[in-house]
């Protein structure tokens, strides 16, 4: 699970407890002309990920960097929690695909601050 921060001048992005070992991230902050916007897909997780690296799998856990297609998305999912993508641009990573306890909060506040 994941906790979505919203500032005036960033996204922040922190992972909970074990979540932060097995994804290799602590957490991460994005600055508001890096983020395009955000969406709600709980059946993103059916799709293939890619390559892992770093980062684990699990039975339906997904934490960590995968790359596919020549592009790199940081997942964060499993869980209780429903899942959000948020899509970015001149970052290392073209998405963001993490558990959220509230998903329509998490994307209409990020939506509302995004820089499409």
Same mark, same amino acid.
């Given at each position: ?7 005036? !001048?960033? $996204?922040?992005?922190?992972?909970? #407890?074990?979540? %932060?070992?097995?994804?290799?991230? /602590? ?28 980062? !684990?799998? $699990?039975?339906?856990?997904?934490? #960590?960097?995968? %790359?596919?297609?020549?592009?790199? /998305? ?43």
């Amino acid at each position: 699970m994941n906790t979505v921060k919203i500032t005036d !001048t960033e $996204l922040v992005i922190e992972p909970h #407890g074990l979540d %932060k070992l097995l994804s290799f991230k /602590s957490g991460m902050s994005l600055p508001w002309e890096h983020v395009r916007g955000a969406t709600q897909d709980d059946r993103i997780v059916e799709e293939s990920k890619g390559i892992r690296g770093p980062g !684990t799998r $699990l039975p339906g856990k997904y934490s #960590g960097t995968f %790359k596919k297609d020549g592009d790199a /998305s940081f997942w964060n999912v499993g869980g209780s929690g429903s899942v959000i993508v948020v899509e970015l641009r001149d970052e290392p990573y073209v998405r963001l695909v993490l558990s959220v306890e509230d998903p329509t909060k998490a994307v209409d506040e990020i939506n509302a601050h995004a820089r499409a």
